[in-house]
């Protein structure tokens, strides 16, 4: 019989609905039924994609003796991480200060005033690797609840107030000047692998926001160095097995150094920022890799991630039916055996094939299978006979159980895919990628956003969730409106991007400057939760003084600016001292220190010179720069969309593009050449 999950409408919970487990979704009502019971709380966090979320469900929650000790002894809430990332941060917090480490699926014991007092991740079902069984877990937390209640709320009450004492104080930290992006860059060169790409070791990391610093800072000072670590750790991420080399799109992380066996989840964050990332790359170097894996990136994301209403899913699942066996297991959608391919592609492509992917007779990953890779030294092959091969493959991997997708659409994350396909579109002359970017943003604002421009976490088959936004949507969303009118000359996305900013200012944001993961009137939680730094994505707190930055931009707004200058305080903080954590403030720390520059480019809509203007412009490495284009705007406000756009004059009736920093224009040009050289790297 179903439990109080079946009309949830988050794939994750929706999972355990058949479960024995009697689970309640987190509400006050759970609360208050472990008040009057007198019991305590099972929180379990993980989402729908988690490896091992399936492995403890399926070991645990479905075991009906464990189920029915759980439903005697306890409250059990279920929660979807990616719908409650305020509700998994604080809890999270308190999992890491007191193990050290922390991961999904979590399990945290709560009082009933939603008070933490025993903390972990995943508990097998027998005790293994120093490591209790769940069952033990569960006795002897219900011997010390019943046994040592005082000792319990003694233990809960000080957890909580050891949280409430990591409370944030970067207001007056400054803004991040050169010497600490300097101080970042060595600190970043330090932990740099300089065999493998990439920063420290397995399981190694995408690192998207850091690689996106990288490529700014190469951008304002000429930094060869800075380069050269973006440009390898792409180079070898596309050609190990964290990347899909049939069908385009990244893995979650590689569980080695080299990047050869993934954690095969397939997230929207990830590819959204590392489809923005490898544009950016081919934007700076001109590099083939890099337009092909941007491009094939960001096809993946349009073909197995979009949805009827035209968001974008959350993400592909790692494990999947293995058509042999019939297990369930991790890969087995992607792998493949030297026999496999001699199979399909017979005798003489197979062994082409082999070679040309790193296959090996005994295997690279489990089972004699093999993750398929571009090693260094592989064969040469002609394009029509590879991409003939490539073709059949796809074809017979079609053909295989697909591994399930998480349909709900999450804010924060199409924001960031706004951002990339509308960048991709314009960069590589593919409207289609530009056209999917605006169907995102469209549903954001019919279903997403309400009348006063909240914005709403998440939704299904277009019903909106019940669970508000939180800052990382807001950063996000904005950040990709902003994208998104750069490149299409729409001055309604700035507009709509303005509410967005307005309510950081408005409801997230802290007398000293510093900003909050949850509105002002959120639900309130044992801690109100606030973190600078990046996890998978980019941090609220960051994303959003990015979003603040652009605008003030666009707009000449000084209160947008100032917010963001005093929010990069945790930048001046943190960056020379943990660069790894947090990349995306060092790339909007970039920004400002280039400007960042604005450029107008006004002219006629029919004049082919105005397109070839506006490319050039989007196309400049300049960090941050914000782009305007259309006809001019009179001083009445008529005309063009944008303010950068006002009392702009065309020089001999010709389209004219104007490139300005810190109040000071470049001489207005009509030349796509003299423009490039504008927007190009500055060199110290």
Known sequence: MPNRLANETSPYLLQHADNPVDWWPWSPEAFAEARERGVPVLLSVGYSSCHWCHVMAHESFEDELAAAYMNEHFVNIKVDREERPDVDAVYMEAVQAATGQGGWPMTVFLT????????????PPEPRHGMPSFTQVLEGVRTAWVGRPEEVAEVAQRIVRDLAGRELDYGKAGTPGPEELAQALLGLTREYDAVRGGFGGAPKFPPSMVLEFLLRQHARTGSEGALQMAADT?????????????????ARYSVDREWVVPHFEKMLYDNALLCRVYAHL????????????????????????????????????????????????????????????????????????????????????????SVLQLPQDGPVVEAGRLAGIKERLLAERAGRPAPGRDDKVVAAWNGLAIAALAECGAYFERPDLVERATEAADLLVRVHMDGKARLARTSKDGHVGANAGVLEDYGDVAEGFLALASVT????????????????????????????????????????????????????????????????????????????????????????????????????????????????????????????????????????????????????????????????????????????????????????????????????
């Open 112 to 123: 009933p005033d939603a008070e933490p007092f025993y903390f972990g991740t995943y508990f």
């Open 282 to 369: 081919w934007r700076a170097t001109g590099s083939d890799l890099a337009r092909r894996v941007a491009l094939e990136t960001a096809d993946f994301m349009v073909r197995e991630l979009r949805t009827d209403q035209g968001g974008f899913a959350s993400a592909l699942d790692a494990d999947s039916e293995d058509p042999v066996s019939g297990a369930h297991v991790e890969g087995a959608y992607y792998a493949w055996t030297a026999a496999q391919l001699r199979e399909v592609l017979g005798e003489a492509d197979g062994d082409l094939a082999v070679a040309y992917f790193g296959v090996t007779e005994e295997g690279t990953f489990e089972h004699g299978k």
């Open 489 to 684: 000359g729409e001055g309604v996305w700035l507009e709509f991007a303005g509410f967005l900013v307005d309510l950081v200012l408005d409801q997230f944001t802290a007398e000293d400057g510093s900003l909050y993961d949850t509105a002002h009137d959120a639900e309130r939680l044992i801690r109100r939760p606030q973190d600078p730094t990046d996890t998978a994505a980019p941090s609220g707190w960051t994303a959003a003084a990015g979003a603040l930055l652009s605008y003030a931009a666009h707009t000449g707004s000084q209160a947008h600016r100032t917010a963001a200058e005093r929010a990069l305080g945790v930048v001046h903080a943190l960056g020379p001292r943990v660069p790894r954590f947090i990349g995306h403030g060092l790339s909007v720390a970039e920004a400002l220190l280039d400007g960042p520059r604005e450029v107008a480019v006004v002219g006629h809509p029919e004049d082919p010179l105005l397109a070839v203007l506006h490319r050039t412009a989007l196309l400049g490495t300049a960090p941050g720069a914000v782009v305007a284009a259309g006809l001019p705007r009179a001083a009445d406000g008529s005309g063009g969309e944008f303010p950068l756009l006002a009392e702009r004059t065309l020089v001999r009736d010709l389209p004219t593009a104007y490139v300005c920093r810190h109040f000071v224009c470049a001489r207005p040009t009509t030349d796509p050449v003299e423009l490039a050289d504008q927007l190009g790297t500055v060199r110290p």
């Open 234 to 250: 792409c180079e070898a991420m596309a050609r190990g097995g964290i990347y899909d080399q049939l069908g385009g799109g990244f």
